[in-house]
């Protein structure tokens, strides 16, 4: 559960996105690529949010099993992400459905205390770094991810949005 939550808030943390999948075809329309080199993408560019993600890295890529993921990634907050805030998260490993659930994105921060941060977040300039152990007991396969974040408070801004496939492996 750890690397979800630590996946989930990674995720969250850096992106905008729409769930447009179909059995056959991934797709995210509206959406464009983050620098880097992982398959994730900003989604929803068309909306106006919160943060803009300017780069997104996973090493080793594609993730292995029972290896460390690190994961950097930089971006910017054009104001402030307060408590209250929530991700909107959705996982599916092929067509089945893992994850379907919504998390306080200031617990997941205090959670994962090694990054520094905690709500209120100021508006600036963010590079996060992270190291994971995939669990040997993770299935392989073809994962579909899409984190929404919303800002708490009276205006509930999108914050972002991320979605893409990611493939884990030996």
Sequence with gaps: MQLYSILILFFALFTPTTFGVSVFELSFPDSRPIEGN??????????????????????????????????????????QINEGSYLEVTVKLGLIQILKKNFDLCELLIENDDLGLECPVAAGSYELYKEVEIPSQAPAGKYVVLVKAFNGGENS??????????????
Excluded at 157 to 170: P, T
């Design 38 to 79: 992982t398959p994730l993408e900003q989604c929803e560019v068309s909306n106006a949010h919160i943060l803009e993600v300017t780069s997104l890295e996973m090493i080793p890529q594609p993730p292995r099993i029972g290896e460390t993921l690190i994961m950097s990634a930089k971006g910017i907050t054009k104001s």
């Design 157 to 170: 801004e999108n914050i972002g949005c991320v979605a893409g496939e990611i493939s884990l492996g030996y």
